[in-house]
């Protein structure tokens, strides 16, 4: 450059350095492109690696994967009037499809609390009974903690739960009318044509605060002081129980929403759940005959008592947190509720593949 400089002419001199600007400019965004480029080819590879490891794994896996599966028990500990029938109606219908096995645990005179040496016994038949895995259970049966019996591997606890005005209003109508599920099974209070209101008013036992106290003590457990009705204590290990012992309570209110996440979480016994729950005939099978709504006085009266406060503290608690999951799960358009896709990668996987 400086013989150019000596023998060229300044204003030869300027355009030559333009010139030479202007490639290094040029040479420079190449440069960057090639960066880019490769950057871009790297991110590809790295990608595809992903999904090579991913396909292996799954090849690997498959089989592993469906010996875990078909070990899966679930746990459906239904509270009474909650649309409970309904839903396990779709369990049922869809078992055989999905190849798992459905159980009733049927306890005397519906007693929730077992024994101990019956916990001992079911905690042994749901982990041991190889036979009947994979497996769906359902019952009337409070929560019970199988890390107190040494299992490394605890079971699924699913649950539905209901405002607790409206779950006592069913059962106290169930029992003396029955409903269409069983038209000519004779009601434990058959006869009684006292209306909910009537009760109320009177001060009856049936519709009395203290028939509130269940939906909090089929989540609080086998404890003692679960069942000590208006039990503060019972109140949040319901809640601890709901947040870390259950992997999804839905609401009667909003079943729908609960099945979906359900089917998506757990296809290997819910695929299918969604449709037959919007077209089959048994998702909403059993009503209670002869239901007459409360009046405003009657609901009054009842959320005077710190009972119904507590019961309706867990509930809120409950739907609450069903809302915040579902948030996350699902999203609605034109009407219709949708699942969202799956929202992680995984990337920087060391140490390289060869």
Not at 254 to 276: C, I, S, Y
Request: glycine letters at 4%; a positive charge; aromatic letters at 12%.
């Amino acid at each position: 450059m400086g013989f150019l400089r000596l023998k060229m002419p300044p204003k030869f001199q300027l355009v030559a350095l333009l010139a030479f600007a202007i490639v290094m400019i040029f040479l420079e965004n190449q440069i960057q492109k090639l960066e880019e480029s490769r950057g871009k080819l790297e991110r590809a590879i790295a990608r595809h690696e992903v999904r090579e490891i991913e396909q292996r794994h799954i090849q690997e896996g498959a089989k592993e994967a469906l010996v875990k599966e078909d070990d899966l028990v679930v746990i459906y500990n239904r509270v009474p009037k909650t649309a409970s029938t309904s839903f396990t109606n779709i369990a049922y219908d869809l078992c055989n499809k999905n190849h798992y096995h459905v159980l009733h645990i049927n306890t005397t005179k519906n007693n929730p609390v077992m024994s101990l040496q019956d916990q001992v016994r079911f905690v042994k038949n749901v982990t041991l009974w190889k036979e009947m895995k994979p497996a769906f259970y359902h019952g009337h049966v409070s929560f019970l903690d199988f890390t107190k019996f040494g299992v490394k591997k605890k079971p699924v606890y699913i649950n539905v739960i209901r405002d607790p005005i409206e779950r006592l209003v069913s059962y106290y109508y169930f029992l003396r009318f029955g409903d269409d599920y069983r038209p000519g099974l004779r009601r434990r209070k058959q006869g009684d044509k006292k209306t909910f209101d009537d009760c109320v008013a009177a001060g009856g036992s049936d519709c009395a605060p203290e028939k509130l106290w269940l939906q909090i003590p089929f989540f609080c457990g086998h404890y003692f002081e679960c069942w000590s009705i208006g039990s503060k204590w019972a109140l949040e290990q319901a809640k601890y129980n709901l947040v870390n012992e259950y992997m999804l309570v839905g609401v009667t209110e909003e079943l729908e929403d609960f099945v979906m996440m359900l089917e998506a979480a757990l296809p290997r016994f819910f695929k299918g759940a969604t449709e037959l729950y919007r077209t089959g005939k048994k998702s909403h099978l059993r009503k209670t005959s002869e239901k007459k709504p409360p009046t405003k006085e009657s609901i009054a009266r009842l959320q005077q008592s710190d009972i119904w406060k507590m019961e309706n503290e867990f509930y809120e608690f409950a739907l609450e947190q069903f809302q915040y999951v579902r948030a996350h799960a699902v999203r609605e358009k034109d009407g219709e509720l949708y699942l969202l896709a799956q929202n992680f990668i995984y990337e920087k996987i060391y140490p390289k593949t060869t």
